[in-house]
């Protein structure tokens, strides 16, 4: 079947606006179902514009027909790893009852292809000491709400796809990071909990001096591994999970990553460069449940979607993010001034 009419849930998000740019210009049509708790309207520039909640089965089965959707490709869900401690009714609530009203109403309406927004928290804390990249045969063991109900929501998907025939694919992100370079998108969480954005808010004097939380770590500056990719590149991705091929039992699930690790001092020295002065930073203790390293091995994608990072290396990564947070964008009530 020829793919015309992509429906994208949490379109109006980091990564979702990002994709359904992908999607436009790849001569795809996006259909954004947001309830815009977190994304944002000015996000939406491509298709159109479907306010509502993605555990809502019968207006996503409305919206579907309506539009004729041939896929979905799913990102509507909590994110926030200390949220999901707190509240951790509320992400097994959004994250896995909205993945099976998304399911229901793909079976409602004949579509039958979902592409997945997971995440490398599946794998919770590898051992320690190994810092080798992980594939996709590595353990799950998820240490916090988000990660089980992450994981909770792939094994629906492929238990619906042995049932019923549907198909999907999961994409496991390691660090999304970075933001679209023509300046159009960008990162604009209301309360910021990612490395490169807050440090980049410290080393412009918006915010406070960063904590590096642990430095006794077995890597070779102490501080945590982790594997950043470029949001475009990861848009691109679910672009090509369309249309993969999948195993006879229809769902595959594949890691997003550079396969290289950074450590946070390496983050520091990327946004040094591209500011030109030092970021302010104190050590602080580890954060519990932090794993030494998750670095990606990106096999599996090459193999199956033909893809491997292209815009992934650290200093474009903070180069675009710089860019765009020095720049009056949607999401932020402060702009720079020229000192900046």
């Not at 939406?44 to 019968?58: E, F, K």
């Not at 594939?135 to 709400?145: F, Q, R, S």
């Not at 890597?219 to 990861?234: A, E, K, N, Q, S």
Request: aromatic share 6%; with cysteine; net charge negative.
């Amino acid at each position: 079947m020829t793919l015309k009419t992509i429906l994208v849930t949490g379109g109006a998000g980091y990564i979702g606006s990002h994709t359904a740019k992908a999607l436009a210009h790849s001569g795809l049509r996006p259909i954004v179902y947001d309830d815009f708790s977190n994304g944002h309207r000015d996000a939406v520039r491509w298709g159109s514009s479907i306010q509502g909640d993605v555990r809502d089965q019968a207006r996503l089965a409305e919206v579907m027909k309506l539009f004729e959707v041939d896929a979905v490709i799913h990102f509507a869900g909590l994110i926030e790893v200390a949220r999901s401690v707190i509240a951790p009714d509320l992400f097994w609530d959004v994250n896995l009852n909205g993945v099976a009203a998304v399911l229901g109403a793909m079976r409602q309406t004949g579509v039958r292809r979902v592409v997945f927004s997971s995440t490398a928290a599946v794998y919770g804390q590898p051992v320690a000491d190994d810092l080798g990249r992980l594939d996709e045969d590595e353990v799950t063991a998820p240490i916090n709400p988000y990660g089980e109900s992450k994981l909770a929501a792939e094994r629906l998907i492929a238990a619906h796809a042995r049932a019923y025939g549907l198909e999907g694919v999961a994409l496991r992100y390691f660090n999304a990071a970075g933001a679209d370079p023509s300046g159009e998108l960008g990162e604009a969480h209301a309360c910021e909990s990612h490395l490169i954005p807050l440090a980049i808010e410290a080393a412009l004097g918006l915010g406070p001096a960063l904590t590096i939380h642990g430095a006794d770590y077995p890597t070779p500056d102490g501080g945590c591994l982790r594997d950043y990719v470029h949001v475009c590149d990861l848009a691109r991705a679910h672009v090509l999970a369309l249309t993969a091929p999948l195993s006879p039992n229809g769902f595959e699930a594949i890691n997003l990553g550079s396969g290289a690790g950074h450590s946070v001092l390496d983050v520091v020295g990327a946004i040094d460069r591209a500011t030109g002065r030092a970021t302010p930073y104190s050590i602080g203790p580890r954060r519990e449940g932090d794993p030494a390293a998750l670095v990606a091995d990106p096999s599996r994608a090459g193999r199956l979607l033909g893809w491997r990072a292209e815009q992934s290396s650290l200093d474009e990564i903070v180069t675009t993010a710089m860019a765009w947070r020095k720049a009056p964008r949607f999401g932020f009530d402060r702009t720079i001034g020229a000192a900046a």
